[in-house]
């Protein structure tokens, strides 16, 4: 039962456009979603994070999108940058808000960025 | 701010053989959690500590592994036997607030192969 999926294994984009990274979920419990960032043998790295009572939070060049009643979620980066190139995982929690309790992960997203 | 530490970041073992991980998480975070990775998917939680007391530990195989953090600082993983099932990435993490935001800090992870 996989309640956060992220659906594209892979995306390539070109330095300088948007990537945008998708990600849905299934519990209607969940209320606290967050992206992390992974290099290659490396924990990890939390990127951003938006609350259900929220549709948008923005920080820099990462923008996250939050549709609840299509329970979709959605990650922009622009421009994108060659050193963006990681693992995205998008995860979510039922912690009343907070990232308290477990975090439900997807499966993640490849991210290259082309020069 | 010193970050999540995990040691070590890699070990390679028989299966059958013992084997045990240990976590550092940031300095005054009281929640504590480890999570399991497979090859190709997100993370997993197997545990969650509040302190010194486990409080979330369903996701945890029992019958071979076991946690503690008796302090309520410091946490050990063990896996005992360990079966070829168990290769996989073992990450710590701990709660807390990063510029403001609620979040889950991730240490680099141990990387188990059970041969």
């Known amino acids: 039962d996989q309640q956060v999926k992220q659906n594209s294994p892979s995306l390539s984009v070109q330095e300088g456009r948007i990537s945008i990274l998708n990600c849905d979920y299934t519990n209607s419990m969940f209320d606290y979603f967050l992206w992390y960032k992974k290099y290659p043998a490396e924990g990890p790295t939390f990127l951003i994070s938006i609350s259900s009572i929220k549709d948008k939070n923005e920080d820099g060049r990462f923008t996250v999108f939050l549709n609840k009643s299509a329970k979709h979620l959605s990650l922009h980066i622009v421009p994108s940058q060659p050193g963006d190139s990681a693992v995205y995982f998008c995860a979510a929690s039922a912690g009343g808000g907070t990232s308290y309790g477990k975090l439900t992960f997807g499966q993640g997203t490849i991210l290259t960025v082309h020069p | 701010e010193a970050g999540v530490v995990q040691s070590p970041r890699y070990k390679i073992i028989e299966k059958k053989q013992p084997v045990a991980f240990w976590c550092n998480p940031i300095?005054?975070?009281?929640?504590l959690y480890w999570y399991r990775q497979n090859l190709g998917q997100g993370p997993e939680l197997l545990i969650r500590y509040e302190n010194e007391e486990a409080v979330d530990d369903s996701q945890l195989p029992k019958d071979r592994f076991s946690a503690e953090r008796l302090k309520g600082v410091d946490s050990t993983l063990k896996i005992q036997p360990a079966e070829l099932g168990d290769s996989a990435v073992y990450l710590c993490?701990?709660?807390?607030?990063?510029?403001?935001?609620?979040?889950?800090?991730f240490g680099p992870g141990t990387r188990l192969t059970v041969l």
């Open positions: 300095s005054g975070h009281n929640t």
């Open positions: 993490a701990s709660r807390g607030l990063a510029g403001g935001t609620d979040t889950q800090y």
